[in-house]
């Protein structure tokens, strides 16, 4: 019954930062757990982090865990991605999802509620 809807993305140049936005209508989503994924052009969808319905996090790699920060607002049913020092790499279209859970969760099969996806391009 949870609908996300994102917002953010667009184009940056490398080094640049971007913050995307995910939020949810409906039912509050203080009971879920809350993740990014991203999927670049003929690749697979690959998760990128995750924040657990206490507010704990994860990251898919060192390299995501130093430059993106995954949090959640849940007085306005929003969670949030914070990317920084972006690189050409980074470009890919990235989607929120969320489940109820009290766990973490890392892959898209995990989840059953997605957003509309939106195009990040890192290029000079």
């Known amino acids: 019954q949870v609908q996300l809807v994102q917002s953010g993305g667009g184009l940056v140049q490398p080094g640049g930062s971007l913050r995307l936005s995910c939020a949810a209508t409906?039912?509050?989503?203080?009971?879920?757990?809350m993740a990014w994924f991203r999927q670049a052009p003929g690749k697979e969808r690959e998760f990128v982090a995750t924040?657990?319905?206490?507010?704990?996090?994860?990251y898919s790699s060192d390299s995501v865990r130093a430059r993106f920060t995954i949090s959640r607002d849940n007085a306005k049913n929003t969670f949030y991605l914070q990317m920084i020092s972006l690189k050409p790499e980074d470009t890919a279209v990235y989607y929120c999802?969320?489940?109820?859970?009290?766990?973490?969760?890392?892959?898209?099969?995990?989840?059953?509620?997605w957003g509309q996806g939106t195009q990040v391009t890192v290029s000079s």
């Open positions: 999802a969320a489940r109820a859970g009290s766990l973490w969760y890392f892959t898209a099969e995990d989840y059953d509620y």
């Open positions: 409906g039912p509050t989503v203080s009971n879920y757990a």
């Open positions: 924040v657990s319905q206490r507010g704990s996090t994860t």
